[in-house]
């Protein structure tokens, strides 16, 4: 079993609908949660991290997580064309861990 | 957000001939970097841990002799792929950690597709 699973897609959703992408994860040692955001060809660009359960909001982006079902999300609102990405999550262990690991990525397409 | 520079973003080499990848961050100090490999449509998997002033630490499964890792100061780090083979053809990221009070960040380069013929 894989440490962090996450659904590959492809996920094609219309302009202005709401996204929600999901990982979750088996060992309860993780404690920070990121998403990224990776363009073909490009490397991943961070768009958000939590240390806590519950709710963080960033403009269009909300993550959520939920430690209690080793479960994270992100939710884009208002998507646009220019969301259309692979979106990883990724996670580590307590404060000063190094190691990440990453789910398999979700593509997503917003069809305008 | 901090900035992590990686060249060259792609290279072709014949089999047999080794490969330099530079990981530079730009504005912070980066006593750790990590290597990466991802191959199309997967995620990222992680090759080794590189420490500035000492050895790389290599993940399980990665030939240490094959990729070799040197942090030569706070702001650089380099994979070398020696002797590479078409097996090695892939697209390798670089990423740096900057430690900022209780969280974490990963800052990654754009990435270098590496294609061996």
């Known amino acids: 079993q894989k440490e962090v699973e996450q659904d590959p897609g492809p996920l094609s959703v219309p302009e202005g609908a709401i996204v929600s992408l999901n990982c979750t994860y088996s060992?309860?040692?993780?404690?920070?949660f990121m998403w990224y955001r990776q363009y073909s060809r490009k490397g991943p660009e961070l768009l958000m991290y939590?240390?806590?359960?519950g709710n963080k909001e960033d403009g269009r982006f909300t993550a959520q997580v939920d430690k209690s079902s080793k479960y994270i999300s992100l939710f884009i609102r208002d998507s646009q064309p220019s969301d259309s990405a692979t979106y990883l999550c990724a996670m580590s262990v307590a404060q000063g861990a190094q190691k990440l690991v990453f789910g398999q990525g979700t593509r997503l397409t917003i069809n305008p | 957000g901090a900035v992590v520079s990686q060249h060259p973003s792609w290279v072709i080499c014949k089999s047999g001939t080794s490969v330099k990848i530079e990981c530079r961050s730009l504005d912070f100090q980066a006593t750790t970097m990590f290597w990466y490999r991802q191959f199309p449509k997967q995620s990222l998997m992680l090759m080794a841990t590189s420490n500035e002033g000492s050895k790389a630490t290599y993940e399980q499964g990665v030939e240490k002799d094959k990729f070799l890792i040197n942090h030569a100061s706070l702001t650089l780090s380099t994979l070398t792929v020696t002797s590479a083979h078409p097996e090695d053809s892939s697209f390798y990221i670089c990423?740096?950690?900057?430690?900022?009070?209780?969280?974490?960040?990963?800052?990654f380069g754009q990435g270098t597709r590496l294609t061996v013929v």
């Open positions: 060992n309860s040692a993780f404690q920070y």
């Open positions: 939590t240390y806590s359960s």
């Open positions: 990423s740096a950690r900057r430690i900022l009070e209780l969280n974490t960040e990963a800052f």
